[in-house]
């Protein structure tokens, strides 16, 4: 019993916290964003790598105001790095991204996933 | 698709939620742009690939989207036609002039620029086309096109009936990958419900418009349709409920099955994965929920057309509302569940694709689509909530009555989970096989039609 009530007042295992943030950026892609169910609820972010430079410069049009850090991922879901967000400046950039870099999770400073975002080239 | 276009002219990112007056403006965007570039937008979000390419979703193995990402690209228009002679040019900019003109050659079309766009789930498709929505809109075109039986259009009415009649109701450019008609399949309503009846072994509540013989989306489909398909959504909705009501339980006794539900979301995932192999059903499934979208997105807000047939139901209103005030002027009554069926198929799709991808199967995921768990915003759980409220609505199916006794009483439907082995065949102790439903399988009946 002892066990069952520790559960019910867990919170979010790390697996169960990616797979409700991949549900939120898919319901966003579909072009929902709740407000019937629930809270309004936006999660996508937009993130563009620039190659014209000599290294890719990852830019982030916009990042959540409780935003504190932003993992980078590759097409194979492959965490590629991790960068503090009070270092990448405004608007928020970050030099030297990997250049294959498809997605960034953005977290908030008690470490939950707060934001999703695609990374397009330019 | 074209309600995700909608959204894409206030937010190409989708990191916004444009507001319900930016909604109607953009509505009207949509409607005004040429058909022709809204046919080859189709095209450009096809060839990205949607829920294939979407990140995050399992690379290969049993989850994998449309059974076999490689459809897409195997079946898109080539890169060097669309990116150049055949492109869109679909890129509306503030202050929004109708028509929306094209846009200049380097930049690229909404939602091309975004990455893998997805779409919506064939089920989408179904459950709009279940409000009679395409049938009513059918005769609206039909007699603006050869009488003045109906008020008076505008411009902007005009514009959506020729664009209508052009991307839905006449044979696509050739080579288009919305082209599903042909002469060995001619007729567009029986095509949609035979991929309805493959997919969810369901068919819509009202008859064809076209007069046919039989049921002839059904012929010739071998054993290849998901007949145990509502089976086992009704039962997952059930046992969701049961984690749902008894999220919070601290004490006592707690009949929620998290093994279960995986189960049955594996159950049901390997069935929708059984019709997608090698890619069956893609394009289809791509077609129909654009055409959907399109008439979704008509009676969302009040467009030109609600207006012109004073359908309007204001900001508070609904779909189903405006649906039934257009079905009025041509003697159609949309079911009275539509309400229903037009927000389930609003929050059904990514549930449905992802399990599809396969992602609720193991018990700890399977858990969040009713638990809450302390999340900040559990998404999941408030959507499957919604769908079970919606669903038991819509059909009347009692999801929310969790005792097996009385669902055996009433003799139709039995649980995915057998509550006993069966014995021999013929035994006097096993419940007869029902006769085999001809209409309607899946148990709703035909909406009044004048």
């Given at each position: 019993m002892a066990k069952k009530i520790r559960r019910t007042l867990s919170k979010l295992e790390p697996e169960q916290q990616e797979l409700q943030l991949q549900f939120r950026a898919l319901r966003n892609a579909l072009g929902n964003f709740g407000g019937r169910v629930g809270r309004r609820d936006v999660v996508l972010a937009s993130g563009h790598l620039d190659m014209s430079g000599h290294a890719p410069e990852l830019v982030l049009d916009a990042l959540p105001a409780d935003a504190r850090k932003i993992v980078l991922f590759d097409a194979a879901g492959t965490e590629l790095g991790r960068a503090k967000v009070s270092g990448l400046g405004t608007p928020p950039k970050l030099p030297?991204?990997?250049?294959?870099?498809v997605t960034v999770q953005i977290r908030d400073g008690n470490r939950d996933l707060i934001a999703f975002g695609l990374v397009r080239r330019t | 698709m074209f309600r995700t276009l909608a959204r894409l002219i206030s937010a190409p990112g989708l990191t916004t939620a444009p507001t319900p007056a930016e909604l109607v403006r953009n509505a009207g965007v949509v409607f005004a742009t040429h058909p022709i570039q809204l046919s080859r937008w189709l095209d450009e979000i096809w060839a990205n690939g949607g829920i294939a390419a979407w990140p995050g979703t399992p690379p290969g193995g049993p989850g994998l989207a449309l059974g076999d990402a490689d459809i897409v690209p195997r079946l898109a228009l080539p890169a060097g036609l669309r990116d150049d002679t055949l492109r869109s040019g679909i890129r509306p900019t503030p202050p929004f002039p109708l028509p929306p003109g094209f846009a200049p050659a380097i930049s690229r079309a909404l939602g091309v620029d975004f990455g893998p766009l997805p779409w919506e789930h064939l089920f989408y498709g179904f459950l709009v086309e279940c409000t009679g929505i395409v049938d009513i809109m059918a005769e609206v075109v039909r007699r603006y096109v050869v009488g003045e039986t109906l008020p008076t259009p505008n411009v902007d009415t005009l514009v959506w009936i020729r664009n209508t009649e052009e991307l839905f109701f006449r044979d696509p450019p050739l080579f288009h990958i919305g082209g599903l008609t042909s002469q060995l399949r001619p007729s567009a309503e029986i095509n949609r419900r035979n991929a309805y009846w493959r997919a969810f072994g369901c068919d819509l509540p009202h008859p064809p418009r076209s007069k046919v013989d039989g049921q002839p989306w059904k012929r010739d489909t071998g054993s290849g349709a998901n007949t145990r398909f509502i089976e086992l959504w009704n039962e997952l909705l059930r046992q969701v409920w049961i984690g749902i009501e008894n999220d919070?339980?601290?004490v006592g006794a707690n009949p929620t099955d998290s093994t279960y539900v995986g189960y049955l979301c594996q159950s049901i995932g390997e069935l929708l994965r059984l019709r997608r192999r090698g890619g069956t059903l893609a394009r289809e499934e791509y077609a129909y929920v654009t055409m959907l979208s399109w008439f979704h997105l008509t009676v969302e807000f009040d467009t030109a057309l609600v207006n012109t047939l004073s359908a309007q139901a204001t900001g508070v209103g609904n779909p189903a509302d405006r649906l039934a005030g257009i079905g009025n002027h041509v003697g159609i009554t949309p079911p009275r569940h539509a309400r229903e069926l037009f927000e389930l198929a609003d929050i059904v799709s990514p549930v449905l694709w992802f399990i599809e991808l396969d992602l609720f199967t193991q018990a700890p995921n399977a858990e969040l689509l009713y638990r809450r768990l302390g999340g900040a915003n559990p998404a999941i759980p408030l959507v499957m909530t919604r769908i079970v409220d919606l669903w038991q609505s819509a059909t009347g199916e009692p999801v929310k009555d969790q005792a097996v006794a009385v669902r055996l009483a009433k003799g139709a439907a039995r649980a995915a989970q057998p509550v006993r082995l069966p014995t021999a065949t013929g035994s006097p102790s096993l419940p007869q096989t029902p006769a085999r439903a001809e209409p309607s399988p899946n148990g709703r009946s035909a909406p009044s039609r004048v």
């Open positions: 030297n991204a990997p250049g294959n870099v | 919070t339980n601290q």
